[in-house]
Nanobody, 123 residues
Framework: VQLQAFGGGLVQPGGSLRLSCATSAHTFSQHAMGWFRQAPGKEREFVVAISRRGGSTAYTDSVKGRFTISRDNARNTVFLQMNSLKPEDTAVYYC?????????????????WGQGTQVTVSS
């Protein structure tokens, strides 16, 4: 399963970005999907995840109310809408896929990873 993340860039504090993660895999609907991020000098951390059919989601506390994950199984794509961005959101964002049930919030269950897309929040 190959994952390709898009949509990163430079945005001012308070701005918005929408990340996308696409795969050509016909098994997309069998995977829960997650977004993780890694800031400079820090370990990669969980951001948000969505279940196979989109009925369940999980968010890390720091992004609740600002970020929204969604998926379109017909387009084999998962989206991350990021609003009210803060400088501390600056990181490389990775999408990941897992066959696990539910919405895993740790890296271990994820089987496949995308290459990452840079998000920089700065004035």
């Amino acid at each position: 399963v190959q994952l390709q993340a898009f949509g990163g860039g430079l945005v001012q504090p308070g701005g918005s970005l929408r990340l996308s993660c696409a795969t050509s895999a016909h098994t997309f609907s069998q995977h829960a999907m997650g977004w993780f991020r890694q800031a400079p000098g820090k370990e990669r951390e969980f951001v948000v995840a969505i279940s196979r059919r989109g009925g369940s989601t999980a968010y890390t506390d720091s992004v609740k109310g600002r970020f929204t994950i969604s998926r379109d199984n017909a387009r084999n794509t998962v989206f991350l809408q990021m609003n009210s961005l803060k400088p501390e959101d600056t990181a490389v964002y990775y999408c990941a896929a897992t066959y696990s049930n539910g919405v895993p919030t740790t890296q271990g269950p994820y089987d496949y990873w995308g290459q990452g897309t840079q998000v920089t929040v700065s004035s």
